[in-house]
């Protein structure tokens, strides 16, 4: 049995991490999907909560019919220990899926085995694409699976990104 | 759609548990298991770390068949805002298991609907109980699903426990 | 101009402490009182919020129509930054009123001013003995002001210390 | 029995600030004051500690004879729980002001009741303004209440500006 | 070369830390002294600070003309991310002195190599032992090395230990 | 005995920070040199570990025959209890050797004795020029003592700094 780790921040969860997993499901028999940042919300860069996250990704997973591990991983700050809590939060895994830089290098010290996944549409696969997208009207909703859509209407994401995103006067 | 929300420290998850569960599962359409206290592992109470505990109830879970969202809460040291901080951790939920009273009295205070699940042969379905089993070398497997024992003998949890429960002579 | 400084956890603030205030009163121009612990509740030691407790305080100290600053102080757990801590919430005092010893220890270290106030009929002005008779119905209003009991019953605090008390079966 | 809550970082307390007070004091019974990011001090943003801050609004609104609620709080950096922690250190409150898009946004999604005050003279009633003018020599002392600028005197707040602003060659 | 890790919360560094660390100096050529549970003082049972602490073991470890890395360790309060935190705090090491179970446990899952040191008169060469002579008035002195004594006498800790252990009325 | 403390972060320890220390060892008999940000690493500004970092100091200031206590210090976040953190952590002190602005205002405000050393080379004696010349491949051993270089390549600390400051196109 062998099991890998992708992380990502998820704000949201799109077609381009959908396109990820599908492919790394190939590869291993269990997907542990890690939540980074999950203690944030309600920012511009980070308007969902952990919560939201999980359902947004439960709900895309779930159509594919099979199972995954979704687990929220609040901030620890401390880079030197970052592994230790990933490991601590989750079942053990032997490979890890990333093309962020940090995370590469952070569990290339601890040993790990690290892949690459490949990128998709990195240009509008994207949650600053999306983001702005959903604070300017733009079409968005062809970027997520659709039961990413459906949560985000629900929790009335678009009004909460545009309203935490107006400008301060005070 | 109606979510039901069941929180433990699983430590480790036995079939008092499971029995809680599968009895919720039949009042519910999603159950939502939140690993409480998920950061403290390696004490003579907390052995598990919340990835092992993940795992165990994972496995009893899948079993069954059904879709769980199994999410570690880490303690938040303030109970005042705990039921935000659950809140803000999990998909939306309309009802609350639990027979804590700290917990009831919480979810209650926010205004939310509250029930007491039965407790099953209370004097060895207990955390407490099997710990003490597996330190002192009793039959602790039969008092947790299968699928929990091979975790627990995969991590090589009992010697962990016996090793943690020295005594200090430093 | 010269500031007294008086803390304790006020759970509840009672008739000793408000016996205090009035002696303390006698002898510098501005009280401050610091609520400390400010971040715990809810527990069978610390039932009420910071918030409840300024309630309280505020409520009986305006009956006497003077000016107090009431200023909750969540703990630091580090006795040694602790003064520090203290005096960064509150405006600068002269002289500090505290029988506890380590709040003693820790302003003498620190070269304050630090007096002993007077402690009256310690043996039933006392949170311990308030909450007790609290959880076990009886008479603990003639215990504290009229505004604090008027606070505790808006907030249902004795429901609430009652049900958090209850034995956990879990 | 009606109260309102008022939020700033007050670095430092200004006309403004205080033009707004005297408008909510006239629609609810008490006003509580929040005195937000209270940890941080000594920085060129904010300069000022909590307790500092305290001594100037204490300072202000005892002359205007009204009792008032100043409240310290700390950051607690997780919006999803920020209303619960500003709950629970304030006494019950019916009514938020504020203009601030993400303190409106989180007591709306709480349900409750948000007013935008009116917002005086913003292009010289501004924290922003009044520190650069400490910092250049300029006039800032009729921008702000007398008691504020005699508290500011006292600690010598503009010499502590000057000096943690200027540049670090280390 | 090879470093050995012995760590203590030394509350005081006594006479049986000090025959165990020369023991362990014969084995390894560099030796790092943990000062655990950093961040704690002012308590009865970890009545000094950090930097006391590392006066106390400087002092008697210089005087064996001996180099030695000596590094207080805040507590982290979550076992399974200890041994990593110890690891960013200090030098690369090879094998660790401990008779603490909790620290063999942790050390030994992480792979590490785990000595047992010799306890030397565990009946009086104890931290408990020492604090309750000096709360007592007994003669602590000759179970510490000298310039431990000396540390002790200039910081005055039998009296903050005496004051602090005082009943609290309050 | 007079003690004299030094603070810097030492990303990494550099020639700069060397004539300096060499500078104050001729006005003090001790140097306490603390490392400051000591929890944070493997980032593009702060690179390495606070125990890599004290394995650099060390072997630098080993080489100069001298006693020197190397502390590795946390931020605290907080710098109105910034000056009591630093005392909690380091044996005493008389005088402070900085050029920060911050630093200097904290312990000025605390009534300390505070100098400013000579600052040498700086347009290449700084963290910033070397940790762009690591990057870039530039000369950066000139720069740092014999025994910093000699901890950098055993670490790898080059390729890690080139690996985490790539482009994220996650």
Do not use: C
């Amino acid at each position: 049995m062998r099991r890998g780790f992708y992380i990502g921040r998820f704000q949201p969860y799109h077609m381009g991490h959908h396109l990820v997993l599908e492919q790394i499901s190939r590869e291993v028999d269990e997907i542990i999907v890690g939540i980074g940042t999950a203690q944030i919300s309600h920012t511009v860069t980070d308007p969902f909560t952990a919560g939201e996250r999980i359902a947004m990704i439960y709900g895309a997973l779930r159509e594919l019919g099979r199972w995954f591990y979704i687990i929220p991983l609040p901030d620890i700050n401390r880079n030197a220990v970052w592994v230790s809590h990933v490991k601590s939060m989750t079942p053990p895994f032997e490979v890890v899926y990333s093309n962020n830089p940090l995370v590469v290098e952070l569990f290339m010290e601890a040993g790990m085995e690290v892949r690459r996944p490949p990128m998709y549409r990195r240009e509008v696969y994207s949650g600053t694409v999306i983001r702005r997208l959903m604070i300017e009207g733009g079409d968005w909703r062809q970027l997520v699976p659709d039961a990413v859509a459906k949560v985000i209407d629900e929790i009335k994401g678009v009004e909460r990104l545009r309203n935490i995103s107006k400008k301060d006067f005070a």
